[in-house]
T-cell receptor
Framework: KAGVTQTPRYLIKTRGQQVTLSCSPISGHRSVSWYQQTPGQGLQFLFEYFSETQRNKGNFPGRFSGRQFSNSRSEMNVSTLELGDSALYLC?????????????FGPGTRLTVT | AQKVTQAQTEISVVEKEDVTLDCVYETRDTTYYLFWYKQPPSGELVFLIRRNSFDEQNEISGRYSWNFQKSTSSFNFTITASQVVDSAVYFCALSRTDSWGKLQFGAGTQVVVTP
């Protein structure tokens, strides 16, 4: 089975711009979670989608949003980029449902805001 | 509130030494899940183990072993006979049963194995 894929792998954006990151989960996985990883804050949960619905959300401002499509692929959007948004954004997929399954992570998208 | 503490920031060992990573967690839930992940220099988080709060049986998988002690809220991880390829950051994580995809990660422990 193919693993979780994320595109693009690297991005350089200017402050004030917006960006969209994409994540394709493992086949058969219906849950997709997003995390932000920075040296200062570590790994922080952004949100989770299951069957095209956002089920959970972390403590991030409304500039961070996401969606999930019927094929379970997910996108994350960050509007009005700030320098502090520079981070590694990780997507993870799991079977989902009511059970807590392990999450499998993609390689991440390295976002640099200048 | 939930919290995961990995007090060791970095551990350096020589190849073939054993290394134990500590993980202490806080939760008010009676049912929860614990995880360990490995992040090599490539950056991708690799799943190692999932354990639910009702299963305190220790586990061994090859050179890896885990010691779960509910009484002390600890879920420690040992690498036996370490190898250079074990060099990575190791994260402990906690999940509630109704967390809907949210893993609460510890700060991570950097393991450096030198030949």
């Amino acid at each position: 089975k193919a693993g979780v894929t994320q595109t693009p792998r690297y991005l350089i954006k200017t402050r004030g711009q917006q960006v969209t990151l994409s994540c394709s989960p493992i086949s058969g996985h219906r849950s997709v979670s997003w995390y932000q990883q920075t040296p200062g804050q570590g790994l922080q949960f952004l949100f989770e989608y299951f069957s095209e619905t956002q089920r959970n959300k972390g403590n991030f401002p409304g500039r961070f949003s996401g969606r999930q499509f019927s094929n379970s692929r997910s996108e994350m959007n960050v509007s009005t980029l700030e320098l502090g948004d520079s981070a590694l954004y990780l997507c993870a997929s799991s079977l989902g449902g009511r059970e807590v399954y392990e999450q499998y992570f993609g390689p991440g998208t390295r976002l640099t805001v200048t | 509130a939930q919290k995961v503490t990995q007090a060791q920031t970095e551990i350096s060992v020589v190849e073939k030494e054993d290394v134990t990573l500590d993980c202490v967690y806080e939760t008010r839930d009676t049912t929860y899940y614990l995880f360990w992940y490995k992040q090599p220099p490539s950056g991708e988080l690799v799943f190692l183990i999932r354990r639910n709060s009702f299963d305190e049986q220790n586990e061994i998988s090859g050179r890896y072993s885990w010691n779960f002690q509910k009484s002390t809220s600890s879920f420690n991880f040992t690498i036996t006979a370490s190898q250079v390829v074990d060099s990575a950051v190791y994260f402990c994580a906690l999940s509630r049963t109704d967390s809907w995809g949210k893993l609460q990660f510890g700060a991570g422990t950097q393991v450096v194995v030198t030949p």
